[in-house]
T-cell receptor, first 117, second 109 residues
């Protein structure tokens, strides 16, 4: 396992188009997270899955955003009707968590950089 | 709502120890202190975490004051590859980490 993979690395899209990003977590990790990072800021939490269940969504995740993790493996983040303000780095992370599990930290992917023109 | 305060930037000479401070005066009893770093154009990388006791691993040491209101991340022998933004984060469980702006550590040759 080579870590958390994100695809694509870069995406340029026109305003109003839909985009979808994919994240492949570390296979034994049951938790998966999406973050967004704009220039000069730290990553901001978007949403969190434990296995296939989406347990929390940030208020940043407007109705145009949707995330899925079917079968508790890979995850997708879709943005509909993109706006220029959606331009950012979208980061995925995974971890192994639960009762009795010692913390080993998140493993982040390298991110998908979205540019909306 | 950042619950930690870090200097925006610091410099360190290559080979010397880098000591990165973090203030967290409002930390609650069950909150851990986590440190991550982000090298340019990469995702953040977990470094270390602690609750009360000082911790050490192969990457760094974490010193937490007795009152837990501040902590220091120590990179014992900084290299050029340690140049990164370092984030000090509080959390009560291992999800939903809230990142601030962190400290940009520049290691100079």
């Amino acid at each position: 396992d080579t870590g958390v993979s994100q695809d694509p690395r870069h995406k340029i899209t026109k305003r109003g188009q839909n985009v979808t990003f994919r994240c492949d977590p570390i296979s034994e990790h049951n938790r998966l997270y999406w973050y967004r990072q704009t220039l000069g800021q730290g990553p901001e939490f978007l949403t969190y899955f434990q296995n296939e269940a989406q347990l929390e969504k940030s208020r940043l995740l407007s109705d145009r955003f949707s995330a899925e993790r079917p079968k508790g493996s890979f995850s997708t983040l879709e943005i509909q009707r993109t706006e220029q303000g959606d331009s950012a780095m979208y980061l995925c992370a995974s971890s192994h968590g639960g009762a009795g599990v010692s913390y080993e930290g998140y493993t982040f992917g390298s991110g998908t950089r979205l540019t909306v023109v | 709502d950042a619950k930690t305060t870090q200097p925006p930037s610091m410099d360190c000479a290559e080979g010397r120890a880098a000591n990165l401070p973090c203030n967290h005066s409002t930390i609650s009893g069950n909150e851990y202190v986590y440190w991550y770093r982000q090298i340019h154009s990469q995702g953040p990388q977990y470094i270390i975490h602690g609750l009360k006791n000082n911790e050490t691993n192969e990457m760094a040491s974490l010193i937490i004051t007795e009152d837990r209101k501040s902590s220091t991340l120590i990179l014992p022998h900084a290299t050029l590859r340690d140049t990164a933004v370092y984030y000090c984060i509080l959390g009560g469980s291992n999800y939903k980490l809230t990142f601030g702006k962190g400290t940009l550590l520049t290691v100079n040759p």
